[in-house]
């Protein structure tokens, strides 16, 4: 038999109340080394699903199955060791910093009532600076703009040390520069041997940086695959509701890959390009 899938996710049905939305019937499994990003469009199910992964939401049926081991049966200390879940956005009423913050990550890993040390604010520096962002360690995490709260919270899910990495919408708030060097981080942690899932609104991520695209609409996964088999201008069109083109763009000499796929949006018909003044 083949290593447990670190998420396994089988027959998974969650709804809000009676009549409310509601995810049905998700299967899915992510393996060490995958990037696999959840696309659809808003109100898909996809944030819905993450908490289910998490453990923050009770499915109706189904399992969830975290390195082998069924969610329920695993504590929360245990469960945050296995996964580290950086939310869509958050915020702090307390006075902390994104050292702070970042530090926070280290809480599974700490006796009871022992406070992080020297070594553990070292690697919550050395995450903040992997992200680019050590020079924001003492800045107030309340007083950062919205970008720089999610690379701080990316920190810290990093120094939580958790093999699997569950992120809604990471980059939805960084700049076109954090963006890339964001993704460029993920793919990295991917070939380190982590389990990525995360949400994205840019088809594009799924064809550039991941190795596995799960595509969602109305609480269904309506495909799985590699995202050079899922994410095609066909199924965009379809699953977003506009004319999409998927492309190659070869590269300039010099770099690892000689090709790399994107998607443009087809203009409307007769739009001529907007005149310059
Ligand atoms: N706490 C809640 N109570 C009731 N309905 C909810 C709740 N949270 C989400 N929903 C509904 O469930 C549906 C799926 O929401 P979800 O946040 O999972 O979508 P999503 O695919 O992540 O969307 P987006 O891309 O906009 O973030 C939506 O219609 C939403 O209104």
């Known amino acids: 038999m083949s290593d447990p899938a670190d998420v396994e996710v089988t027959g998974l049905s969650f709804g809000y109340g009676r009549g409310g939305h509601r995810i049905t019937d998700v299967s899915l499994s992510v393996r060490s080394t995958e990037v696999c990003c959840l696309l659809g469009p808003n109100g898909a199910g996809k944030t819905t699903l993450l908490r289910c992964l998490l453990g923050l939401l009770r499915p109706e049926s ?29 915020s702090s009423p307390f006075p902390f910093t994104a050292l702070d913050i970042a530090v926070m990550g280290r809480t599974p890993h ?40 999610q690379l701080v919270l990316l920190a810290r899910a990093l120094v939580q040390e958790a093999a699997i990495l569950i992120l809604d919408e990471p980059t939805a708030a960084l700049d076109y520069g954090n963006e890339v060097r964001t993704l460029h981080v993920v793919a990295e942690l991917a070939r380190e041997g982590h389990a990525v899932i995360m949400t994205t609104h840019q088809p594009s991520h799924a064809l550039t940086y991941s190795n596995r695209a799960v595509l969602m609409r109305d609480g269904l996964v309506i495909a799985d695959g590699h995202p050079d088999d899922v994410v095609t201008g066909e199924r965009l069109s379809d699953l977003y509701g506009v004319p999409v083109h998927v492309t190659g763009v070869t590269l300039p000499p010099g770099h690892d890959r000689r090709e790399v796929r994107t998607c443009v949006p087809i203009p409307a018909p007769h739009s001529a390009p907007l005149l310059s003044h």
Not at 81 to 88: C, D, H
Not at 119 to 139: S, T, V, Y
């Open 62 to 90: 189904g399992s969830v199955r975290i390195t082998g081991r069924d969610i329920d049966t695993l504590a929360p200390r245990e469960l945050a060791r296995r996964v580290a879940y950086v939310p869509q956005s958050t």
């Open 110 to 149: 700490l006796g009871l009532l022992e406070a992080p040390g020297a070594a553990d604010r070292r690697g919550a520096l050395a995450q903040l600076d992997r992200l680019g962002i050590a020079r924001l360690a003492d800045r107030s995490f309340a007083a950062l703009s919205g970008g720089e709260r």
